[in-house]
């Protein structure tokens, strides 16, 4: 089975950009055909589609988002990326990366919470 | 867009209990669903896809149905390890897909 574990800083000031990292075991990020994606839940939430990273570079982005975020990919580290620009408060939340196929999300890092305070 | 309406926001039942929560689709999505367990401080996990498919490994009391545009979530004899919170999430269409806004299950 595929583990993910997400890593980046906890707080991150207003305005400024928020950035995590998912480093993936037991699976290749360049290989098959599947989707890299990530995910939020704000304190007492539900969930949130963040967006997502095909294997072979394309992107989706939630477009309520999508001015705001970049999903990459490092085949290199086995790893992939979230950038987050001009966040507020609202951003604050816990963070998931997740594998999955096309229509679901298989695999779940344990997730990492950011708060976004001055 | 396909919003998903969760039904109960929370539930509290005794061990032995079935248990049935419920997603709504605001349009007709196929057997387009999944449903997610998130046990307490934990990720969620993949519990059906396509509405009543149990992932491997899924103990056979989760089953999952649908009627038109409704879908239920039924753990058939509740135990103490089922306590944590329950998501759908819809697949119909394109990405980005919604998820329903959660029921937190909790033992009597």
């Known amino acids: 089975q595929v583990q993910l574990q997400e890593s980046g800083p906890g707080l991150v000031k207003p305005s400024q950009t928020l950035s995590l990292t998912c480093s993936v075991s037991?699976?290749?990020?360049?290989?098959?055909?599947?989707?890299w994606s990530w995910i939020r839940q704000p304190a007492g939430k539900g969930l949130e589609f963040i967006g997502r990273i095909y294997t072979k570079g394309s992107t989706t982005y939630n477009p309520s988002l999508k001015s705001r975020v970049i999903i990459s990919i490092d085949k290199t580290k086995n790893q992939f990326s979230l950038s987050l620009s001009s966040v507020t408060a609202a951003d604050t939340a816990l963070y998931f990366c997740?594998?999955?196929?096309?229509?679901?999300?298989?695999?779940w890092g344990q997730g990492t919470l950011v708060i976004v305070s001055s | 867009d396909v919003q998903m309406t969760q039904s109960p926001s929370s539930l509290s039942a005794s061990v032995g209990d079935r248990v049935t929560i419920t997603c709504q689709a605001n349009q007709d999505i196929g057997n387009y669903l999944n449903w997610y367990q998130q046990l307490p401080g934990k990720a969620p996990q993949l519990l059906i896809y396509?509405?009543?498919n149990l992932k491997t490994g899924v103990p056979s009391r989760f089953s999952g149905s649908e009627s038109g545009t409704n879908f239920t979530l039924t753990i058939s004899s509740l135990q103490p390890e089922d306590t944590g919170t329950y998501f759908c999430?819809?697949?119909?269409?394109?990405?980005?897909?919604?998820f329903g806004q959660g029921t937190k299950v909790e033992i009597k």
């Open positions: 037991g699976g290749s990020v360049s290989s098959g055909s599947d989707y």
């Open positions: 997740a594998r999955g196929g096309w229509t679901s999300f298989d695999d």
């Open positions: 999430q819809h697949y119909h269409g394109l990405p980005p897909w919604t």
């Open positions: 396509d509405a009543f």
